[in-house]
């Protein structure tokens, strides 16, 4: 990951909208992994029950060593979603008041992760749980009865014995893995309105059509917008399947799940493309937003949203713009090439829409948010690009 300076703010990524190469994706990533390893050294655990707290400590010490002597190997477990996403919760939660099972959720995945990273230089035993992931390998269940767990160099092992490590999904890129496991504990939690959370299901369609749906969206973005792709293989790592829809697309992702998507199985592929599109730039976004301050009167008041029915705070109206300012690029890439699917009048309705709700947020943006120098940065930006749009869509 790059080396830029955490804070966001002694230099606003002037790219941070549309990408123009990998190097703002790094850093915003870098910046926001640095903070969680920062908070994970100052977390403390005395309020946890034992025998969770003993555990801990001893999952603690082990992590401070690898911290030092193996930091990438470290800050890879540390940024794989089985072991960021539990740990932004329990951190946000509060994690000085005691959540038992938060806490030995990342302690385990994170020991089985190193443990098969072959960084362990010493044998821990944690607590049986019912199952846990090891990051790009799959999920175990652990069969009941079993009582502990041991970690070493290079093995993992359940009462003495080797689990059977189960696949849990099948790899669309080269980084990106189409899930059917997901361990976020917000994923029964949904913010919209038209929505009741994010569960998995593949919609009775086989994984191998979910594969060459989500590669066939891919490849649109590839061709028109190859910055974006590019940044794609930084921000994401995991696409969760949550059903078929042909209506209607439902996609969503979560601030502390960064790396974590939501998507639904949809049979036109510029539909697939733009949720993809979407759900990177809330990633993106959400990191950011993580390593510094955009708007300084995020959550209120209320204003009407240009793609939700419900009033948003002005967070939620940026993260809109923000996901669909690269959405409406695509659009125009597309029609400059002549592309036939945004040719037609249906593709030059679409571009419009999208055009014309994104000057209802930016209108919303620059009357009533306080910004910081980043989100100042980020605004300037996203009008540069609106301007275009608009011209474009005359």
């Given at each position: 990951m790059s080396a830029k300076p955490a804070s966001l703010a002694s230099e606003p990524p002037v790219d941070l909208a549309i990408a123009t190469s990998n190097e703002t994706a790094a850093r915003v990533l870098s910046a926001e992994l640095g903070l969680l390893a920062g908070r994970l050294g100052r977390v403390s655990h005395a309020s946890l029950e034992e025998p969770a707290r003993a555990a801990w400590g001893r999952f603690a010490r082990v992590l401070s060593e690898i911290a030092r002597t193996e930091r990438g190997a470290f800050l890879a477990t540390l940024r794989g979603p089985s072991v960021s996403a539990p740990l932004?919760?329990?951190?946000?939660?509060?994690?000085e008041r005691g959540n038992e099972g938060l806490a030995m959720q990342i302690a385990t995945n994170a020991l089985a992760d190193l443990a098969l990273a072959n960084v362990l230089d010493r044998r821990v035993e944690m607590p049986a749980l019912p199952r846990f992931s090891i990051r790009g390998r799959g999920v175990v269940h652990v069969p009941v009865g079993v009582r502990t767990i041991a970690f070493d160099r290079g093995v993992v092992l359940l009462d003495e014995r080797a689990p059977e490590i189960v696949e849990d999904g099948v790899p669309v890129s080269a980084h990106v893995t189409l899930s059917t496991f997901d361990d976020?504990?917000?994923?029964?939690?949904?913010?919209?309105?038209?929505?009741?959370?994010?569960?998995?299901?593949?919609?009775?369609?086989?994984?191998?059509e979910w594969r060459s749906a989500i590669e066939a969206a891919l490849a649109i973005v590839e061709r028109y917008l190859p910055s974006t792709r590019a940044e794609m293989e930084l921000t994401l790592q995991r696409i969760v399947p949550v059903g078929f829809d042909e209506e209607r697309h439902l996609s969503a992702s979560y601030r502390e799940a960064i790396g974590t998507i939501y998507v639904s199985l949809h049979p036109d592929p510029m539909?697939?493309?733009?949720?993809?599109?979407?759900?990177?730039?809330?990633?993106?976004?959400?990191?950011?937003?993580?390593?510094?301050?955009?708007?300084?009167?995020?959550?209120?008041?209320?204003?009407?949203?240009?793609?939700?029915?419900?009033?948003?705070?002005?967070?939620?109206?940026?993260?809109?713009?923000?996901?669909?300012?690269?959405?409406?690029?695509l659009w125009c890439k597309m029609i400059d090439a002549s592309d036939p699917r945004a040719s037609s009048a249906r593709g030059a309705s679409r571009f419009r829409d999208i055009v014309r709700g994104n000057r209802e947020g930016l209108d919303v943006l620059e009357a009533n948010a306080r910004r910081t120098p980043v989100g100042d940065a980020l605004l300037m930006e996203l009008l540069r690009h609106q301007a275009r749009h608009e011209v474009r869509a005359s």
């Open positions: 932004r919760v329990w951190l946000t939660s509060g994690a976020n504990p917000l994923a029964a939690i949904e913010a919209h309105p038209q929505k009741s959370g994010n569960a998995v299901s593949l919609g009775g369609r086989a994984r191998e539909t697939m493309a733009e949720a993809l599109v979407h759900e990177h730039q809330h990633t993106k976004l959400n990191a950011a937003l993580a390593a510094d301050e955009i708007l300084i009167d995020a959550l209120e008041p209320r204003f009407a949203s240009p793609v939700r029915p419900d009033l948003r705070p002005l967070l939620g109206v940026l993260l809109a713009v923000h996901a669909f300012v690269p959405v409406a690029e």
